[in-house]
């Protein structure tokens, strides 16, 4: 267990608006942020830096494309940390590098392994955090992405622990999945703890850092626990993982690495303590900016946006006519749940598909504020006040539930 008064040094990648470290710092004070990275690729307005400095202060904060940062400048640090974009993580052999992996240009992720493999000493820790399809991506591979990245940590020196974390269904208020990972390296007391436990499933249901964060019970009466190794240099694994075997990943919502042998559960939360619903994070109408009620000439293009569809279409580029499905959508927003995911699109006046739109007491219609998009992630109100409305909902399309990182971050914190 970590000393009163010892420290474990943070890095924070792609930062964003600092939800990572909010998480952390309500976790625990043996955190401490030293160093974080948040840098807006193919814009001149970097407002999410500008609210993390705002917020956090910019002694140590970057607002430089990661790609341009050598690892040198990044201090000496305990645990790297961050909710790294999803993209296409694929590796080709390259006769400049000797390692024999080069990762298509803008793949973050390649940062965040370039940094973990150049420092010398190498970090304690790892969190991170993605979207679950990260398990089961791309289509014609199912699960190469995430053998990758698992290969690699592996071959670093570290064993990773994952699982895919609704954080509705631990009493939070939006139905948000998304897969976290921990790693803990070689050098450390939880590293060897697991490796003499020898049994991995234990952890993944009970003993281990995340298990006692948000408890799961296995999904199946009978317990199955799949176990296989990861064979192969980065650029096989690449283009041979689970090509032409099977239509499904190999991958459940939890699992766990060591030494490439991956053991992995299909699992289900265990909660049963209270729930926060939409209607518990809402504000009263008369704080609520006229700007967000609905006008009655717009409600049939909501309605419409968010019915069921069976039509035909035609595709512009192509001109080719085409049969359109979809189903329809809970139109208002039930208050009495959890909220739906946010997305990135959830600012903005005009009508949509996937924006939340309420109804007030008095039976009118509206939209969400920003400030009600940053409860539903747990952030303090007016977190990210100063930007635009359009962009703070930008920002909350982003973020992380700030929940699931406290609750994780405590457990792990009591571990090391």
């Known amino acids: ?122 970090p304690k820790y790892l969190f991170l955090e993605n979207v679950d399809r990260l398990l089961k991506s791309p289509a014609s591979q199912r699960g190469r992405d995430f053998a990758i990245m698992l290969a690699s940590l592996s071959d670093l020196g570290y064993i990773v622990e994952w699982r895919v974390i609704n954080a509705a269904e631990y009493g939070m208020p939006q139905r948000r999945r998304r897969v976290f990972l921990v790693g803990y390296h070689k050098s450390t007391a939880i590293y060897k703890r697991i490796v003499k436990a020898k049994n991995p499933t234990e952890w993944l249901l009970s003993d281990g850092t995340i298990a006692e964060a948000f408890n799961v019970i296995p999904k199946e009466k009978k317990l199955i626990t799949l176990s296989f190794e990861i064979k192969g240099d980065l650029p096989e694994i690449s283009s041979h993982f689970n090509k032409g075997k099977s239509k499904a990943s190999p991958f459940e919502n939890s699992g766990i690495i060591i030494d490439r042998q991956v053991w992995t559960i299909d699992t289900a939360p265990n909660y049963d303590g209270p729930y926060t619903k939409l209607g518990d994070r809402i504000l009263l109408n008369g704080a609520v900016p006229k700007e967000y009620y609905i006008d009655e000439k717009s409600v049939d293009r909501w309605l419409y946006l968010k019915g069921a569809k069976n039509e035909k279409r035609i595709n512009k580029a192509s001109g080719i006519e085409y049969q359109y499905n979809e189903g329809s959508m809970v139109f208002p927003d039930p208050l009495d749940k959890p909220s739906r995911t946010i997305i990135t699109g959830e600012g903005g006046a005009s009508p949509s598909r996937f924006k939340h739109v309420i109804r007030t007491k008095e039976g009118k219609l509206r939209r969400l504020t920003p400030l009600e998009l940053e409860r539903l992630n747990m952030f303090p109100d007016n977190h990210t006040e100063g930007a635009s409305d359009i962009k703070r909902a930008f920002f909350m399309g982003n973020a992380l539930v700030v929940g699931v990182i406290e609750g994780i971050g405590r457990s792990l914190i009591n571990k090391v």
């Open 1 to 122: 267990m970590t000393k009163k008064n010892e420290h474990i040094q943070v890095i924070e990648l792609f930062a964003g608006v600092g939800g990572f470290r909010l998480g952390l710092q309500q976790a625990s004070d043996n955190f401490k942020i030293i160093w974080s990275n948040q840098w807006e690729p193919g814009s001149k307005r970097q407002d999410a830096s500008e609210i993390y400095v705002k917020q956090f202060g910019s002694k140590g904060h970057s607002n430089r494309d990661i790609a341009q940062v050598p690892t040198s400048d990044i201090p000496k640090f305990d645990m790297l940390v961050g909710g790294f974009p999803c993209q296409d993580y694929s590796v080709a052999r390259t006769l400049k590098q000797a390692e024999g992996i080069e990762g298509k240009k803008g793949v973050l992720w390649w940062e965040i392994h370039r940094i973990l493999n150049e420092k010398k000493e190498k």
